[in-house]
């Protein structure tokens, strides 16, 4: 079931001689990028993560909108974060991560900057925070995964999971402040105050962030190919990715897990009311910031636990295992309306399910395609959370508006989508991937790891 690759074109990874090795970075300095990169995540995390939180707002000031319109403002969002990235991925592997950045964080401040103080309209917002935000994010988040899986290639499920990790960590810091900050001072006003701050931080580490020199890997590392996480020893351009099965298969995954992890995402809100639980205050706070900061907890939590055990006990199993579990607690969410309680215990365990699914993605596709044209190569994969979107966003909001706005249907849709995932990702993709790999060891020159 493999397809033939040839390797015309393809950049094998070379083994360093002891002088480039002398040379390597000291092991301090790729932590220190990846600490700077999970910063970055942390801000850029409320793009995603907050947008529910301004959208009783945006009802209010918009009145006579339904709200599947204003959902469709996540939905060109996510479409900009992802769709135009493989192309911006591959401006990164050409000229770096810090000019991209740059860009990407000019454009995240003034998505919400603009936003928060101009729009007048829901169309407006669709240029402001879906189209501007949303592609300042995309630059942003895959120049950062793609580093991480440059600095990391003997830990790429630790690293892409502790950088996906500051994803989810920001939304677990900051959803109470920015909610705290709309009640004192309007949706609008408390939008362009944290793109203004978000933007700034952004752009000084940008300055800080760079790739490690062309060829360079960990001194000592050498991946052994009868471990439960295999490795090709081929650096795939896109073009060549696109040609393989591995990727189309982890596209599709990613479009089924994205589906209910999203929807729950810009539309708890919403989710609340249809379970009549949007009344609830805990410890003063609204319970939807409330249980917006414990999945993020959740999120955060679930990048390093499933990246490290995918480490261990490799992708595919992991992704049996947790697409399996999302499922289960997707599907609770249709068994717990009127209750408070629930509501804030089977939603940060969805996103325990949903949380990894970057990690896991993001360290396949460089054990898959290589490190090189890393950012290119997620870009594409990450493209298959935009195709995602429109069903998420104002897809879920359509079909629960034809059930009198119960969210039900769309989580039945959900939770199937995720069983089909895990089993896709253990039954298919794990022998393709094994197939492909065992042909490029075979035609690897000698001395070149596998």
């Not at 169309?123 to 988040?141: E, K, M, T, V």
């Not at 810091?173 to 700034?200: D, E, H, N, R, Y």
């Not at 729950?264 to 609830?280: C, F, K």
């Not at 003063?284 to 993020?296: D, E, K, L, M, P």
Request: charged share 10%; hydrophobic share 50%.
């Amino acid at each position: 079931m493999s397809a033939e690759i040839t390797d015309e074109g393809a950049l094998p990874l070379k083994t360093p001689t002891a002088s480039e090795v002398a040379q390597a970075p000291a092991e301090g300095r790729r932590w220190g990028m990846l600490i700077a990169g999970v910063a970055v995540m942390i801000l850029l995390s409320n793009y995603q993560y907050c947008f529910t939180l301004f959208t009783p707002g945006m009802k209010q000031q918009f009145t006579g909108v339904p709200y599947s319109e204003i959902a469709l403002i996540f939905s060109i969002f996510v479409l900009f974060e992802t769709w135009p990235v493989p192309v911006v991925g591959g401006f990164i592997d050409r000229f770096g991560i810090r000019k991209l950045m740059l860009i990407g964080s000019v454009m995240v401040g003034a998505g919400w900057i603009g936003g928060g103080l101009t729009a007048t309209s829901v169309f407006q917002l669709y240029i402001w925070y879906g189209l501007i935000a949303g592609l300042g994010c995309g630059i942003i988040y895959v120049a950062v995964v793609g580093n991480a899986i440059r600095w990391f290639p003997d830990r790429r499920g630790l690293a892409a999971g502790i950088t996906a990790a500051g994803f989810g960590g920001g939304s677990a810091l900051t959803p109470i402040p920015i909610s705290l900050t709309i009640q004192s001072v309007g949706w609008g006003q408390a939008m362009a105050i944290w793109g203004a701050i978000q933007g700034a931080v952004i752009f000084l580490l940008a300055l800080y962030l760079h790739a490690p020199e062309a060829g360079w890997r960990p001194a000592g590392w050498n991946p052994a190919p009868d471990s439960h996480v295999v490795q090709t020893s081929v650096d795939y351009t896109w073009s060549q990715t696109l040609r393989m099965p591995e990727f189309w298969l982890l596209y599709f995954i990613h479009f089924l897990i994205s589906f209910g992890g999203l929807m729950a995402l810009g539309n708890l809100s919403e989710i609340a009311r249809s379970l009549h639980v949007q009344g609830t205050t805990i410890l003063g706070v609204s319970i939807v910031a409330f249980a917006a900061t414990a999945n993020g907890i959740s999120s955060t939590a679930s990048r390093i636990i499933w990246g490290v055990a995918s480490d261990r006990i490799g992708r595919e199993n992991t992704m049996l295992i947790v697409f399996i579990l999302e499922a289960g607690s997707i599907f609770a969410v249709t068994q717990i309306a009127g209750d408070p309680i629930l509501f804030v215990i089977v939603f940060p365990l969805v996103f325990f399910g949903y949380g990894q699914l970057n990690t896991l993605l993001s360290a396949t596709t460089g054990d898959l395609f290589g490190s090189s044209h890393a950012s290119a190569n997620f870009g594409l994969v990450y493209t298959g959370k935009g195709a995602a979107a429109l069903f998420s966003g104002w897809g879920a909001a359509a079909i629960a508006a034809a059930f009198a706005g119960s969210f039900v249907a769309p989580f039945y849709i959900a939770a199937a989508c995720d069983v089909l995932a895990a089993l896709l990702a253990f039954f298919v993709l794990k022998p393709i991937a094994r197939a492909t790999l065992a042909k490029a060891r075979q035609r690897a020159p000698s001395g070149t790891s596998t």
